[in-house]
């Protein structure tokens, strides 16, 4: 064979095996609808993506070109973010209104095209809109590419579990009225598996998620936390799990009898089932972590996990069967969440490194918590002494603009848009864990803060008493952020940093600032574009618990955000 054949049959391979390392393009259309749903004998309107609750699944691979077309066919105006999606160069597909885009209005449509880079495991989708997440929420499913395989056991079966929260009310009444007063929100009236509540509550038995397994097999599941304002613990009764992946991230495998999960956190595990028929169905139960001083939904959410009956006679019916619960932590159980979360490593092989950054160019100090804002003459406010709740970041609670500030900082027109002064530090410094200070009022604005392109960025996140102390689930778009270090109390600028974990810290795009305490977290700014942080607890969100960074071009041609695709809804 000449060499010109050789060579040509090479170039021919070399060209299939970019192209197959290049990914397919995935289309996908996303309808919002509303439709009439019943859960615990309460029937109401409910928005949602094709009329299906909890939405489709996007499923694709690593390196996959993604094409949603989402149309709205309903009077809210809607966005999708897509929860943890580098979006690396296509923030204008991130999502969040006000932020990256203005919304999608009615008889609209928008089309959302990014590319799942280095990234493989569990995310989610969801509305970015006030509440609408409640309903209008799925999974993202990211397969490895072809031919590449787990880092760990080939499960028999993989299947998704996405908690969420059902209200009797639409979710938009209840934080329309909570704004309006000034007071706590009415909370959820159960907690969801895969949008059925499951049998602890009323009128609920029919609706009840059942997870079949077979005797001796190795399922994947996973998990997802869309509720809007909980944090979950998780356990099913009789087994153990294997920890293998969060946010799409591998981790150092360990296994676990309770889980611990933040809104917006997912969550791959492998459960190895039973190697006989049990004779006993189990109960997977979750319930809420909570450690603030205001009301919370504390009920109780149960699957069945069921094993195949065996054909034999000689087993009873699996009704007759004895079925065993879950014992989960106390609701308030801070030690085990700082012991669960404190277990998880990043894996930081050779194929997928933890590329924590070392040096530190620009280090911030933030404190989130609660607090209030005045109440409007002439009115009477449900807050604390009559004043309205607010939540914040370093004292200032974050105003969404009236546009959005990626097309607002593209085009160079922030002026009356948003301010490139936020606070490196709290404002006013005083013990974030002891006594709060008298003055518990909040400022207003819309600040952000700038970064150089590839600027590497320490973060510590310091909760406050103000209002009591609580955990608050942050999540940073378009980055992966390591978390370096955790504690309880105050932060201590010149001990702490000598015990962070530089080598396998946890990879995460959302983590839970402990309920009076701090977390450390370090990450590159690498992706150009306006990038929103916020807690993950909806109500702290709405309150003003929300800040952006924005990341400036970096020098060559392939670290610039592109300009703005032509069907980008307009304001």
């Known amino acids: 064979m000449s060499f010109q054949n050789q060579l040509f049959i090479f170039c021919t391979l070399l060209l299939g095996f970019l192209k197959l390392a290049e990914g397919k393009t995935r289309h996908y259309t996303f309808h919002i609808d509303s439709h009439n749903m019943t859960r615990l004998c309460h029937t109401r309107s409910v928005l949602s993506v094709n009329k299906q609750y909890p939405g489709p699944p996007l499923v694709a691979r690593e390196g996959d070109n993604i094409l949603v077309k989402v149309v709205n066919h309903v009077a809210a105006n809607v966005t999708i973010h897509w929860h943890g999606v580098r979006q690396l160069r296509t923030g204008w597909a991130d999502g969040p209104a006000y932020v990256t885009q203005c919304p999608i209005q009615t008889n609209q449509s928008y089309t959302y095209n990014f590319t799942l880079t280095g990234q493989r495991g569990t995310l989610l989708w969801h509305a970015h809109v006030s509440w609408l997440r409640s309903s209008i929420h799925g999974p993202i499913i990211i397969l490895p590419k072809r031919n590449e395989s787990y880092p760990f056991e080939k499960p028999s079966k993989e299947v998704p579990i996405i908690f969420g929260e059902w209200f009797n009310v639409d979710p938009e009444a209840v934080i329309a009225q909570a704004l309006q007063s000034g007071g706590g929100p009415n909370v959820s009236d159960a907690y969801t598996i895969n949008g059925l509540p499951g049998p602890l509550y009323n009128c609920s038995s029919k609706d009840t998620f059942k997870l079949k397994v077979k005797p001796g097999k190795t399922y994947l599941l996973r998990?997802?936390?869309?509720?809007?304002?909980?944090?979950?613990?998780?356990?099913?009764?009789?087994?153990?799990?294997?920890?293998?992946?969060?946010?799409?991230?591998?981790?150092?495998?360990?296994?676990?009898?309770?889980l611990h999960l933040t809104p917006g956190q997912t969550m791959n595990v492998l459960l190895k089932t039973k190697t006989d028929f049990p004779n006993s169905t189990f109960l997977m139960a979750?319930?809420?972590?909570?450690?603030?001083?205001?009301?919370?939904?504390?009920?109780t959410v149960a699957g069945i996990l069921e094993y195949e009956h065996p054909k034999s006679s000689n087993y009873p019916p699996l009704k007759k069967l004895p079925q065993y619960k879950p014992t989960l932590p106390p609701m308030n159980s801070t030690g085990f969440v700082a012991k669960f979360t404190g277990q998880l490593r990043s894996l930081a092989s050779a194929k997928f490194p933890a590329n924590v950054p070392q040096k530190v160019d620009r280090k911030f100090f933030f404190t989130v918590g609660l607090g209030t804002s005045p109440c409007p003459k002439n009115t009477t406010c449900q807050g604390p002494n009559g004043t309205k709740f607010a939540a914040s970041v370093n004292n200032i609670s974050f105003v969404l603009p009236s546009v959005a500030l990626l097309q607002a900082h593209f085009f160079g027109q922030s002026n009356g848009v948003y301010t490139t002064d936020f606070p490196t530090n709290p404002p006013v410094q005083f013990n974030y864990t002891g006594t709060p200070p008298n003055n518990t009022m909040v400022t207003n604005g819309t600040k952000t803060v700038v970064l150089a392109y590839n600027t590497s960025v320490e973060l510590v996140m310091q909760d406050t008493s103000i209002l009591g102390t609580e955990s608050h689930a942050l999540h940073l778009h378009g980055f992966n952020f390591f978390v370096v270090g955790q504690g309880s109390g105050n932060y201590n600028p010149n001990k702490d940093p000598t015990k962070f974990n530089l080598v396998d810290p946890i990879e995460r795009n959302t983590f839970g600032v402990p309920s009076g305490?701090?977390?450390?977290?370090?990450?590159?700014?690498?992706?150009?574009?306006?990038?929103?942080?916020?807690?993950?607890l909806d109500v702290h969100t709405?309150?003003?618990?929300?800040?952006?960074?924005?990341?400036?071009?970096?020098?060559?041609?392939?670290?610039?955000?592109?300009?703005?695709?032509?069907?980008?809804?307009?304001?």
Not at 224 to 238: G, K, Q, R, V, W
């Open 223 to 258: 998990l997802i936390n869309a509720a809007l304002n909980d944090e979950l613990f998780f356990s099913i009764a009789n087994h153990t799990v294997t920890v293998v992946e969060v946010d799409a991230v591998y981790t150092k495998p360990f296994s676990a009898g309770c």
């Open 286 to 299: 979750a319930w809420p972590y909570f450690t603030g001083m205001g009301t919370f939904d504390n009920s």
């Open 517 to 536: 305490g701090w977390v450390a977290i370090r990450f590159l700014a690498d992706n150009p574009g306006v990038w929103f942080m916020h807690c993950h």
């Open 542 to 571: 709405s309150w003003g618990l929300k800040m952006a960074w924005i990341v400036l071009d970096g020098p060559q041609p392939n670290q610039k955000l592109p300009p703005p695709p032509s069907d980008l809804p307009k304001c």
